[in-house]
């Protein structure tokens, strides 16, 4: 059973986690929404406006555009990553500290293409916030303190 709560977990994770991920799921399922909807209303006229030509146009937009996010996160698996190594660190030392915070922000900032973007890593620390706050209130609290004086990335975890 805790296998199965853990992979749950890790799931929800990489899913709904990282909220660029997210907002890209979203993105796709109204757009699929949208179509089939339009699809249905293809004949139906408001005023001299044809509604479902709307809608359709609206989904295929939307179902063209959903999947550019999430493609750009792989799909949320640095995020997920980065929880499974900050989890584990937790579970082995007990707590997190401020130098495991540090190394690995700066290491996701030296990859090639993270110099001097604001968002840019995000997802990566994403991960490690969401281990942070699994873990609790001082772990939390390591996490932000470092996060603040050592990360570039201004998109807030939440």
Known sequence: MNKLRKRYNETMVQLVGNRVTLASYLGM???????????????YMASGFNVGAAELSGGILFALLGPIPAAATYLGRGTLEL????????????HLDERFVERTIK??????????SKTNGYCEEQGMYLAAKEAGRDSLEVFRRTHGKHSRIRIPHF
């Open 29 to 43: 399922v109204a757009g699929a929404a949208l179509i089939a909807d339009g699809l249905s209303n293809s004949g």
């Open 83 to 94: 929880y499974r190594r900050t989890r584990d660190y937790i579970e082995r030392k007990g």
């Open 107 to 116: 290491c996701i900032q030296s990859k090639a293409g993270y110099r001097g």
